[in-house]
C-alpha cells in the first residue's frame, strides 16, 4: 500500500475523483500506471493515436468510435482526470449500493452507459440515431459478412422495431426502451481494468 499512496499523492484531487467515479484507491493506482505507459512521450495527457496500443480497441470494430468518446470536439489530448471519468462508465453497476437520490446520477448507472453507448452512434449529437448513422454502425461491426442489402435491412428492421414516435429515428429514450432486457455491462465489456 505504502507505494500505492505515493502514487495517490502525485494526483490533484484525487479524493473527489474516487468519489465521482466509485473506483478504489487501488483502481486509481491501476488505471495511472495504465495512463503513464499510454502517454509514451510523458507529455502528460493522451493522444488518440496513445490509444492505438490498447488491445481491445484495436480489435474491437467500433474501436474508433469509443476512442472518440475521449476527445471532445476539436480537442486532440485527454488528461489522467477525463480518461478516468470515460472509464468510470464500463465499471459494473453497483447492484447492492442503495442510492441517495439527493446525490447526481453515478457514472457506472445504467441510464449513463447508455447514453455513453448512445452517442457511439449518435456522431452528429442531435439526439437521435438516423437510418444513415445505424447503418455506419452496423457496416463497421458486420464487415464482410453480409451484403448491403441485408445490412439495409437490418437497419430498417431495428428502427422500425425502437421508433415508437415514427419519425423513422431513434432517440435515447427510444433507445433506451428497446434495450430494457439487455445487461449492458455485458455489452460493455471491455476490459481495461484488469
Ligand atoms: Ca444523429
Ligand atoms: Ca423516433
Redesign the pocket.
Known sequence: MGSNNSTLSKIPNVDELMQETGFTPAHIVRLYDRFKALDKDRKGHLSPQDFGSIKELAMNPIGDRIIGAFFSPGQEAVDFHSFVRILAHFRPLDKNRPRDPNTPEPINSRTSKLRFAFQLYDQDKDG?ISRAELLQVLRTMLEMQVTEEQLESIADRT?QE??????????FD?FRKSLEKVNIDHKMSIRFLR
Open positions: 437521435k428502427i425502437a421508433d415508437l414516435d415514427g419519425d423513422s429515428a431513434i432517440s427510444e
